[in-house]
């Protein structure tokens, strides 16, 4: 089997590799026995190949072969993507010869270990969560979240800010997403325009950008069902005169590339896109939005990167676009399931050129730290 040799995922391996960082999340160290350890190498026709290490209750997964496997699993990208979202049964794709394992004891633990359904079953939601047949309800979540932000108290700060984001709805809807919140954020899950931020994270991180200068251009990497986006222009447009807002993803508006399938969110952005004259969609990576930034001639004030949460994706878009950014905030930096996003921005907020702000509150009844938010402001701005 050929095997891709780019050292950047393109729009058709971007789904792979999205998917193959989000296995880790599916372990289940219950489930284990005592001391469970193991290396498994997945070589994969059509994308990159990757490593997957379990040891001391912890899995991580990087990508390329290292060290020496246990097994090693050889497939194509679509045989792949069918395992991991349920289309397709292993046995089958086994005996068809579509999937090719070295060793089948590994693989047996491994499929005992790891509970996929976690990663693709959508929860119950609420019966007024907007859908894309159901345009007065696209325009019932966009217009929750204006009135929040209208709302918005400044004198109250990044309290007023919380708040607003809360009114506005949180996305997690999924079993695994929501374990990642506090039980008290539940009921705002699921609905509303879906931010996929801790609130009291947030709203400081949002507050302390907008002290710092004004704020006409934004632009955000990786805008998922678009939440954090929508609001974030919302608040421009109302607090710092907004000019322009660009969001960019590899997937279509409002998706998620490793959630195949609907979710309560589906439509939302497209709809807000529709109806802003100063709000851009482009879908594509940041070299697409430098592109286009230089064309204009135009500089961001803020930039929020959020796509891909390996270290390399992630120091590429920044990277890319450093120079065309006065303040760049880099997302899940305190986050367990990324650990190349946090090692990416202790070497960021060390930059010399750089005053650095982190904004990484937990909750207390949550296993596990997740999100954060570093901001990078350029001293000579």
């Not at 997740?370 to 901001?375: D, E, S």
Request: charged content about 25%; glycine content about 8%.
């Amino acid at each position: 089997m050929s095997n891709s040799n780019e050292s950047t995922p393109s729009p058709q391996e971007e789904p792979v590799a999205e998917a193959m960082r989000n296995v880790p999340r599916a372990f289940q160290p219950d489930r284990a026995e005592p001391g469970y350890a193991t290396a498994i190498h997945f070589i994969i026709d059509g994308a990159f190949s990757y490593t997957l290490i379990v040891a001391e209750g912890i899995a991580e997964m990087s990508r390329g072969l290292s060290g020496a496997p246990d097994t090693t699993l050889k497939t194509d990208r679509n045989t792949l993507m069918g395992l991991l979202d349920g289309t397709l049964d292993a046995a089958a794709a086994f005996l068809e010869g579509k999937l090719v394992i070295d060793e089948l004891g590994p693989i047996m633990k491994f499929v005992a270990y790891f509970d996929f359904s976690r990663l693709r079953e959508i929860a119950p939601t609420d019966p007024t969560t907007p859908s894309a047949s159901a345009p007065e309800k696209l325009e019932q979540a966009i217009t929750r979240c204006v009135h929040a932000v209208a709302s918005i108290d400044p004198t109250r700060a990044a309290s007023a800010i919380e708040d607003a984001v809360l009114q506005s709805g949180l996305y997690p809807y999924l079993p695994w997403q929501l374990a990642e919140f506090p039980h008290h954020l539940h009921d705002a899950c699921g609905k509303g325009v879906g931010l996929w931020q801790y609130p009291r994270q947030f709203s400081k991180y949002i507050e302390c950008a907008s002290r710092r200068r004004p704020i006409a251009r934004y632009a955000e990497i990786g805008v998922a069902a678009g939440g954090t986006f929508m609001l974030t222009t919302e608040y421009l447009r109302r607090f710092h005169g907004l000019v322009k807002s660009y969001a960019v993803d590899l997937a279509a508006p409002g998706k998620v590339c490793y959630l195949p399938g609907a979710s309560p969110f589906d439509g939302i952005l497209d709809h807000y896109l529709h109806q802003h004259s100063d709000v851009v969609f482009l879908q594509g990576d940041a070299a697409l939005l430098a592109a286009r930034l230089e064309r204009e001639g135009t500089k961001l004030d803020l930039l929020l990167i959020d796509g891909d949460h390996s270290y390399e994706g992630a120091r590429r878009d920044f990277e890319v676009l450093r120079a065309h950014a006065s303040m760049i905030a880099l997302h899940d930096i305190a986050s367990d399931p990324f650990p190349g996003v946090r090692k990416l921005w202790e070497e960021l907020k060390a930059l010399p050129d750089y005053d650095a702000a982190e904004f990484v509150d937990q909750y207390d009844n949550v296993q596990g730290r997740f999100l954060g938010i570093g901001l990078l402001m350029s001293r000579d701005a």
